[in-house]
C-alpha cells in the first residue's frame, strides 16, 4: 500500500496492507476496463487501517462505499449491468446498490436551504477525487482506497490524524452546511475514542441551533450509535459540552450538576453516575440482543433525581421514590420522542425503557429479602409480569451497571443469584406464561364474553403468586372458582 501525499511517514497505519473483497476488485477492473476510476471510500478505508472490522475483509462486502470517476451514468450502469447494479436508490444523488455496495457517481453537493434534503447535487465524469473528497465530514473518513493498485489517497492528511486518533473537519465550508456532523462528531468519537481537534469543536459548537431542522430519523441513528458504542459516556460529554443537551434534550442536560449523597455517590453528580453506568453497561451488554434499550434504560435510570433531590437537616441527600413512574414516564416519553430509531416499534421500546427504570431499585430490595431468608419467588414472577415487553435479564443488566458506578457505600445487589433463580423458574427471558387458557373456559362449558377476561385474570394473579402451578391445578382452580 503506498500512501499518497505523506511519502516520509513511516506509522503502522500507513503502512498497513488491507485487501479489498474480490467482488469489490471486479466491480474497479469493470470500471477501468470501461475507462473509468473506482474507490473505496469513507468507513471501510479508516476501519480497516485501524483494524476495527469485526470479520476479514476479504469476508464481507458490507458498509463499503464506492466512488466512480470518469464514467457519465449511462456508461456506468452498462458496464456494471452483469453484476446486479440496481436503478438509482437516489435519482438527486446518483447513488446505485449491489447488493450490500453503495456505487455512486463523483459528485459534488451545494446547500439551498435548511433542510437535510435542501442540496444541489451535480455529477461529472471529470470532477476529480481531490474535489468530491472535500464534502466529507472528517479527515479520517476522507480516505479513498485502489484496491487495484493497493493505494491509499489522502488529499487532507487524514492518515495522520488516524495515528494521532484525532477528529479534523475536511472543509469549513462544506462541513457546515450538514449539521448532523455535530451529532456525527459525538458518535464517531464514541466509536473510535478519538479525540476532537479544537477548531472543529467550536465549529461544531457554533452549528448547534441549526439542528433543529434534522428529523428525527437521522438524529436517531447518531444517537443510536452512541448507546452502542464501546465508550457512549464519550459522545454524550460531547453533546454535553457543546450545548445540544441543553437546547434540544433538557431532560438529559438536567442530571448535569444535581447533587448526590456524597456518602453513596462521592464519584459526583447525577449526570457523571450516569457517564459511570452508560460505560459499564456498554461493557455488561456488548454482544447481547435488545442492547439498545437496556442502553437507553442505563442513560435515564437516575432521571427522576433532580426534581425529587431533597436535603435532610443533618445534610444527607435523598431522592425518595425518583423511579416512580408518575416522575419518570413523563420525562423518558418528552426524552425518546425527538427521536426515531429506524426499524423499531417506538412505542415499544419507549414502554421497555419506561418499565426497565420503574423497577431498576425493585432487584435491590428483592436481594434484601433473599438475604433475609425470605422466599422471593412471588415477587420475581409480579416483577416479570409487570416488566413486559422488558425481561428480567434485562433489569439485572441496568441495576449491574447502576451499581458499579456507585463508588460510595451501596445497598447489596446479588445480580447472578437472581439471574440463577430467575432461571430456575423459567423467567428470566420471558414472563410467566398463562396456564389456564381460554380454550379451558369453553372446554368446561363456558361461554366466551365479558365474564372471560375476569376468569382469566384471577387464575394468572394466582398462578403469579404460586398458587397454580400445573395444568391439573388450574382445572381445579376453575372448578372451586365456578362453584364459589
Excluded at 445540544?244 to 447533587?259: N, S
Excluded at 455488561?284 to 437507553?296: D, G, Q, V, W, Y
Amino acid at each position: 500500500m503506498n500512501p499518497e501525499n505523506n511519502p516520509t511517514s513511516q506509522s503502522e497505519i500507513m503502512h498497513k496492507e488491507i485487501k479489498a473483497p474480490e467482488k469489490i476488485t471486479e466491480i474497479c477492473q469493470a470500471i477501468e476496463q470501461a475507462e473509468g476510476q473506482c474507490y473505496i471510500v469513507g468507513g471501510w478505508v479508516r476501519d480497516q487501517l485501524l483494524s476495527n472490522n469485526s470479520k476479514p475483509a476479504c469476508c464481507q462486502t458490507r458498509d463499503i462505499d464506492l466512488e466512480i470517476f470518469g464514467l457519465k451514468k449511462e456508461q456506468l450502469e452498462k458496464t456494471l449491468q452483469n453484476f446486479g447494479l440496481t436503478k438509482e436508490i437516489g435519482k438527486s444523488f446518483a447513488v446505485y446498490k449491489i447488493d450490500d455496495i453503495d456505487v455512486a457517481l463523483a459528485r459534488l453537493e451545494n446547500k439551498t436551504g435548511p433542510r437535510h434534503t435542501d442540496f444541489e447535487v451535480k455529477t461529472s465524469p471529470n470532477f476529480t477525487p481531490e474535489q468530491t473528497s472535500r464534502r466529507r465530514d472528517f479527515t479520517v473518513n476522507a480516505l479513498m482506497y485502489d484496491p487495484l493498485k493497493n493505494k491509499v489517497l489522502d488529499f487532507h492528511n487524514g492518515l495522520p490524524d488516524l495515528d494521532n486518533k484525532t477528529l479534523r473537519l475536511v472543509d469549513e465550508k462544506t462541513f457546515t452546511e450538514d449539521p448532523l456532523r455535530v451529532y456525527r462528531l459525538a458518535s464517531l468519537s464514541s466509536r473510535l475514542g478519538f479525540e476532537i481537534e479544537p477548531a472543529t469543536f467550536e465549529i461544531c459548537r457554533q452549528m448547534v441551533p441549526k439542528l433543529k431542522h434534522l428529523p428525527k430519523e437521522r438524529v436517531g441513528e447518531e444517537w443510536k450509535k452512541i448507546m452502542l458504542a464501546p465508550n457512549p459516556s464519550q459522545g454524550l460529554e460531547i453533546l454535553e459540552k457543546l450545548g445540544v443537551l441543553k437546547l434540544y434534550f433538557p431532560e438529559i442536560d438536567q442530571m448535569v450538576g444535581a447533587r448526590q449523597d456524597p456518602i453513596y455517590h462521592p464519584e459526583g453528580d447525577v449526570w457523571t453516575h450516569t457517564l459511570l453506568a452508560i460505560n459499564e453497561g456498554a461493557k455488561r451488554t456488548k454482544n447481547k440482543k435488545n442492547r439498545l434499550s437496556i442502553m437507553l434504560a442505563i442513560l435515564v435510570h437516575d432521571i427522576g433525581k433532580p426534581s425529587q433531590t431533597e436535603q435532610k437537616p443533618n445534610g444527607r441527600i435523598s431522592h425518595y421514590k425518583h423511579e416512580s413512574r408518575k416522575v419518570v414516564e413523563p420525562l423518558i416519553h418528552s426524552f425518546l420522542n425527538k427521536l426515531n430509531f429506524s426499524h423499531l416499534d417506538q412505542d415499544r421500546l419507549r414502554h421497555k425503557v419506561v418499565n426497565l427504570v420503574c423497577d431498576h431499585m425493585t432487584i435491590i430490595h428483592l436481594t434484601q429479602n433473599m438475604d433475609n431468608g425470605q422466599v422471593i419467588d412471588r415477587s420475581l414472577r409480579r416483577l416479570s409480569s409487570r416488566l413486559r415487553p422488558a425481561t428480567l435479564r434485562q433489569l439485572i443488566d441496568v441495576g449491574a451497571s447502576d451499581h458499579k458506578a456507585t463508588r460510595g457505600e451501596k445497598d447489596k445487589f446479588k445480580g447472578e443469584a437472581l439471574l440463577k433463580r430467575a432461571d430456575e423458574l423459567a423467567i428470566l427471558d420471558n414472563q410467566p406464561q398463562p396456564i389456564l387458557t381460554g380454550r379451558d373456559l369453553i372446554d368446561n362449558g363456558l361461554t366466551a364474553g365479558p365474564k372471560f377476561g375476569e376468569i382469566l385474570r384471577q387464575a394468572y394473579n394466582d398462578q403469579l403468586d404460586g398458587k397454580i402451578n400445573s395444568k391439573d391445578e388450574a382445572l381445579q382452580w376453575l372448578k372451586s372458582y365456578l362453584q364459589s
